[in-house]
Nanobody, 120 residues
Framework: QVQLVESGGGLVQAGGSLRLSCTAA????????MGWYRQAPGKQRELVAT???????NYANSVKGRFTISRDNAKNTVYLQMNSLKPEDTAVYYC??????????????WGQGTQVTVSS
């Protein structure tokens, strides 16, 4: 069974920084794309950033230049460095990974979510 375990959320003042981590645990063949999404109260879940196993990253326009996504394939971990945080970044952040099982089946997995709150 595969699980995505997130950490790193919290409360920070506007202009501050946080770093989120998400590690895939369990048995699987490989991980393709990894990414971060967020959902603010009363809003739909939205893409924040994605990173493939190889190739260029992708960011929502609202976070470009402030957030950086990276991954450590040896640790099956994806990171989201968030700088210059704004109150509108307040949301529950979810990790996502597209994982290939030992049987070659590709499936989407989600983390449990971590709260990020930015005070003004």
């Amino acid at each position: 069974q595969v699980q995505l375990v997130e950490s790193g959320g919290g409360l920070v003042q506007a202009g501050g920084s946080l770093r989120l981590s998400c590690t895939a645990a369990g048995s699987f063949r490989t991980i393709n794309d990894m990414g971060w999404y967020r959902q603010a109260p009363g809003k739909q879940r939205e893409l924040v950033a994605t990173i493939p196993s190889g190739g260029s990253t992708n960011y929502a326009n609202s976070v470009k230049g402030r957030f950086t996504i990276s991954r450590d394939n040896a640790k099956n971990t994806v990171y989201l460095q968030m700088n210059s945080l704004k109150p509108e970044d307040t949301a529950v952040y979810y990790c996502n990974a597209k994982i290939i099982s030992g049987f070659g089946i590709r499936r989407d997995y989600w983390g449990q979510g971590t709260q990020v709150t930015v005070s003004s």
